[in-house]
């Protein structure tokens, strides 16, 4: 697959910190127009109290309203299993169409099947606005982005590279915390491998935006690196770590992981594009699978 790469392209990127999910959502601006995209947006729930609100979303919608931007793309590296989509909630504020890969259809399936959703349950990604392949071109104002596919922590992982940017979604943690989990249903360490060196075969000097950090060894937040650090100094992939070496440890770190605190709702909720499932009579309501996960 030849990418689109134009690395004279440079847009404006803004960055929020949920403190809650420990995501990071991104405003990308065209630099040469008013219109923009929204990346990996984050709704916020109690889970104890079974209560939705939109603070962090809200956030996002005044500084696009204060900047007088118009939203093209709100779009979804993969489905999360650690914070909830706000896709719907800033669609009906802002507009825009949501998209996602086209994978998608593979989490709904095994998905639907964990939570026994019935047939009104559609596996055919059709909550969402466009399905992208890899490869796949869309616009953002006059900017040219597009869809890379890299599977491994999901079956619907994507990058979108967006000029002389790239948004990495799961795929990618900073040099010093290495690399997401490969054991979720549909996961693979050595294809989450595969995915990353195609991420590193971008120009070295391609700014790579991370999705989540924790702060390793109590440093401060970052979110921003470029191919070239990522390649030098990823504590999971760069260097001379082999292959080899990156299964190895990935297999036996996942195996010691705990579930994410937020899967259960988040899955739910971001195979359906960000709506809340209902029961029949039509009220909200999630469900909690037992021994499933």
């Known amino acids: 697959m030849t990418y689109p790469i134009d690395l004279s ?13 420990n995501t990071i959502t991104y405003i ?4 040469n127009s008013d219109h923009c995209a929204i990346v990996d947006s984050v709704m916020d729930i109690d889970y104890a109290a079974g209560r939705i609100t939109y603070e962090a979303a809200d956030r996002l919608i005044e500084e696009i309203n204060s900047r007088g931007l118009t939203v093209d793309w709100i779009i979804e590296t993969h489905v999360h299993a650690d914070h909830l ?18 994978k998608i259809m593979v989490v709904q399936e095994t998905f639907g099947k964990v939570f026994n959703e019935g047939t009104e349950f559609e596996r055919d990604g059709s909550q969402f606005d466009a399905l992208f392949k ?3 071109t869309y616009m ?6 597009f869809a890379m596919y890299t599977p491994g922590h999901t079956p619907a992982c ?15 943690f900073m ?29 070295d000097e391609t700014r790579l935006f991370m999705c989540h950090d924790y702060g390793p060894n109590g440093r401060a937040i970052e979110w921003e690196t470029t191919v070239a650090q990522q390649k030098a100094e990823n504590i999971h992939v760069g260097g001379d770590k082999t292959r080899e070496d990156f299964i190895k440890f990935r297999t036996e770190r996942d195996a010691q992981l705990a579930m ?29 699978p037992v021994n499933a996960l």
């Open 9 to 21: 392209v440079k847009p404006d990127v803004s960055a929020h910190f949920d403190e809650m999910t």
């Open 28 to 31: 990308v601006k065209d630099p």
């Open 85 to 102: 989509s706000a896709a719907p909630y800033l669609q009906s504020k802002l507009g825009g169409k949501i998209g996602v890969g086209e």
């Open 134 to 136: 890899d490869g796949d």
């Open 140 to 145: 953002i104002g006059s900017m040219q982005a």
């Open 158 to 172: 994507m990058v979108h590279v967006v000029g002389d940017a790239a948004f990495a979604g799961d795929t990618l």
């Open 175 to 203: 040099p010093d915390g290495g690399s997401a989990r490969a054991d979720f249903p549909g996961g693979d360490a050595a294809t989450l491998y595969d995915s990353i060196m195609k991420v590193l075969s971008l120009p």
């Open 260 to 288: 994410p605190r937020l899967i259960i709702p988040s899955l739910q909720v971001n195979m359906r594009a960000g709506e809340v499932p209902t029961d029949e009579d039509g009220n909200p309501m999630l469900k909690v």
